[in-house]
């Protein structure tokens, strides 16, 4: 079948993100109700905040800001694992980095399946964050063979689904047709079900050995647990939910507010408490899917990732759980130390940035060459240097987003042990380093302008 008869991979993340976001308003209206508040928000903002307007129209995310930039998925086998891989492979979505959340205790490890080159993160960036329950931290030996036999005896993807997985592997794409009932049909592994595959005394068990143990193995399916739009504003979005009916989690979760926002910034309302069916006729609650919302900022390098979790770990040590307002201020006098102006960012190695040619940049492209250095085109105004978004994640936060929605404390006992060769194991290949993604971006586009100005 010819190539362009395909339809692009970029499309089929677009169609699956936009029929998720569809099915997961039906399920959870109050998600419906947050994505209208952080609409208000951000045109309240871009009203507010002309030059953020521009910046983002020349970066071309003023067209997809009301799309979600990511969900986020628990599966409990190897086998669940490399098989989600196939299947984001076909929507242009690869595994980057390795989260390890037992060091918050949380009983899994992750990865972030996304687009990885500029042209597919600019038409949509959207993102799975999965994780993998670790069945070996569960110190109940019995318990832990109960919740692995109950795994191996669920099939989480459709028969029409893996067929299409393996048409598209086979033929190198799928048509629209075809992309379509893909979506359809993978759309079920996400969908909630409200009856459990186990008994109430089982669920009780594993939701005492951690609450993600039950909620990942007792359900025919995994479920997608959580949605999240972008916000230019996530203080206003965090202050306004309970006046919109919402009941937020008590801290936003990442680094403080800053002029030059850095990373990543989380918060969620918290999770329903849902009715299920369990096997014997018996009735519960379970308590597992919420919305949440992210504010993003510039990519860290490795050096100022370093500084970012020195002062993070340091502003917790000061700190127990405090309301926000609280939080917040303790985070912005543990983050002083950190350079908050884009010159200090860049000259001091801390973030990641992308480089343009200025207009007067561009006219002197067209005159000739200069043998001038980077620095001194930007200082000339030849060259502008603006921040790479960041696409990833913070282990921390996560947690911190898991934990507040689990309704369950953190156990020591599932703590410090990453794993990521076993991972990469189950996954099925290595994992790619993020940091490596964002130092292609930055050094690919100083190679562009200082070829435009023969430098």
């Known amino acids: 079948m010819a190539l362009e008869n395909f339809l692009p ?17 039906q399920e959870v209206p109050q998600y419906g109700t947050l994505m209208q508040l952080v609409a208000e928000v951000n045109e309240q903002t871009l009203a507010s905040e002309p030059a953020l307007q521009q910046q983002l129209h020349n970066n071309g995310e003023l ?14 086998t190897a086998a669940e694992l490399s098989m989600l891989r196939r299947v984001f492979a076909i929507m242009g979505m690869h595994p980057v980095s390795y989260y390890d959340l037992s060091e918050a205790g949380i009983p899994v490890h992750s990865t972030a399946f996304r687009p990885t080159d500029e042209a597919s993160l600019q038409q949509n960036p959207f993102r799975i964050f999965t994780s993998l329950l670790r069945l070996e931290l569960i110190e109940d030996e019995t318990l832990r063979a109960r919740a692995a036999k109950i795994l191996a005896q ?10 299409l997985v393996v048409l598209a592997e086979t033929q190198g794409g799928l048509t629209a047709d075809e992309a379509q009932l893909f979506i359809a049909e993978v759309l079920e592994t996400f969908r909630w079900h409200q009856h459990a595959t186990v008994d109430l005394d089982t669920y009780q068990a ?10 990942v193995v007792c359900f025919r399916g995994p479920h997608i647990n959580h949605l999240t739009p972008r916000t230019l504003d996530i203080d206003t979005v965090q202050q306004q939910m309970l006046s919109a009916g919402i009941n937020p989690k008590v801290v936003i979760e990442g680094p403080p507010r800053r002029r030059c926002p850095i990373l990543l910034r989380q918060t969620s309302f918290t999770a329903l408490e849902e009715s299920i069916f369990f096997t014997g006729e018996q009735v519960g609650t379970h308590t597992a899917r919420f919305g949440e919302i992210e504010q993003r900022g510039m990519a860290l390098t490795p ?20 309301d926000n307002q609280t939080h917040q201020r303790l985070l912005a006098t543990a983050f002083a130390e950190f350079p908050d102006d884009e010159h200090s960012l860049r000259t001091q190695q801390l973030g990641y940035f992308r480089y343009n040619l200025t207009e007067a940049g561009r006219q002197q492209a067209e005159l000739g060459g200069t043998n001038s250095e980077l620095d001194a085109l930007i200082k000339a105004g030849l060259i502008q240097a603006t921040p790479i978004t960041y696409e990833d994640f913070l282990p921390v936060s996560a947690a911190g987003i898991f934990q507040s929605n689990l309704g369950s404390i953190s156990h020591q ?19 790619i380093d993020e940091f490596s993604l964002y130092a292609k971006l930055q050094d690919d586009s100083i190679q562009q302008v200082l070829q435009a100005l023969g430098a």
């Open 9 to 25: 991979t970029d499309d089929i993340r677009t169609l699956f993100s936009t029929s998720m976001s569809r099915m997961y308003q």
């Open 63 to 76: 067209e997809r800001l009301s799309l979600e930039r990511h969900g986020a998925i628990r599966v409990g």
């Open 154 to 163: 669920r099939d989480i993807f459709t028969t029409k689904a893996r067929e």
């Open 206 to 215: 594993l939701q005492q050995a951690h609450a993600l143990i039950a909620d």
């Open 303 to 322: 050096k100022g990732r370093k500084l970012y979790d020195e002062l993070l770990n340091r502003s917790r040590h000061k700190q127990a759980q405090a």
């Open 413 to 431: 006992a599932y703590a410090h042990n990453a794993n990521q060769a076993a991972f990469e194991q189950a996954l099925g290949c290595p994992v």
